[in-house]
């Protein structure tokens, strides 16, 4: 089976950081193309950013400089790194398999909040 589990997320101050971790197994993770969206209360999901099976990178505008996702191949996670937090930022956060599959998480919350 293949399963996507999140965690990480919570409650913290406006300034403040996050590490946000998925849990991957039931498949090939290391060749996988991997993913974290957001999606906000009256928005559209968003792409975050993305990580290739090459490590190569992707951010959105809104995150570059603050947000940064890695991952590691012999312990099947990806992780989103976020500093300098906002109350924008508020937002349910899902891993996602880019590629080979179209598979998501269930999501962690993250709410940013004085």
């Known amino acids: 089976q293949v399963q996507l589990v999140e965690s990480g997320g919570g409650l913290v101050q406006p300034g403040g950081s996050l590490r946000l971790s998925c849990a991957a197994s039931?498949?090939?993770?290391?060749?996988?193309?991997m993913g974290w969206y957001r999606q906000a209360p009256g928005k559209e999901r968003e792409l975050v950013a993305s990580?290739?099976?090459?490590?190569?990178?992707t951010y959105a505008d809104f995150v570059k400089d603050r947000f940064t996702i890695s991952r590691d191949n012999d312990k099947n996670t990806t992780t989103l790194q976020m500093t300098t937090l906002k109350s924008e930022d508020t937002a349910v956060y899902y891993c996602v398999i880019q590629w080979p599959y179209d598979v998501w998480g269930r999501g962690t919350q993250v709410t940013v909040s004085a």
């Open positions: 039931g498949f090939s993770f290391s060749i996988a193309n």
């Open positions: 990580i290739t099976d090459t490590f190569a990178t």
